[in-house]
């Protein structure tokens, strides 16, 4: 079983940067492949980023590349969302996952663990 706690979101306004955070219980976080998921009011969950297992590998939705950065630490069990530039359609309630797979990828069905949720809103 792993518990998965996000935090970091907040109000900001366009064009500016937020980390999140997601910290993971358990001894076997670096088996797990991480991902970052996002839900907008009145849309489906939709995948971020993905980080594998090792860290050596990742995964990012177009919309996000070379915006938002992940990156995990196996040694303190948590896993890291740099996002910059943010725009409106960024809002959403963001989402971090565990995957046993160990290999980042981005569909839902793959991830056994889910958080909460931290609320990210981006005003124009």
């Known amino acids: 079983q792993v518990q998965l706690v996000e935090s970091g979101g907040g109000l900001v306004q366009a064009g500016d940067s937020l980390r999140l955070s997601c910290a993971a219980s358990g001894r076997t976080f670096s088996t797990y492949a991480m991902g970052w998921f996002r839900q907008a009011l009145g849309n489906q969950r939709a995948f971020v980023v993905a980080i594998s297992a090792s860290g050596g590998s990742t995964s990012y939705a177009e919309s996000v590349k070379g915006r938002f950065t992940i990156s995990r630490d196996n040694a303190n069990n948590t896993v890291y969302l740099q996002m910059n530039s943010l725009k409106p359609e960024d809002t959403a309630v963001y989402y971090c996952?565990?995957?046993?797979?160990?290999?980042?990828?981005?569909?839902?069905?793959?991830?056994?663990?889910w958080g909460q949720g931290t609320q990210v809103t981006v005003s124009s």
């Open positions: 996952a565990a995957s046993r797979l160990g290999a980042a990828t981005y569909r839902v069905r793959s991830y056994d663990y």
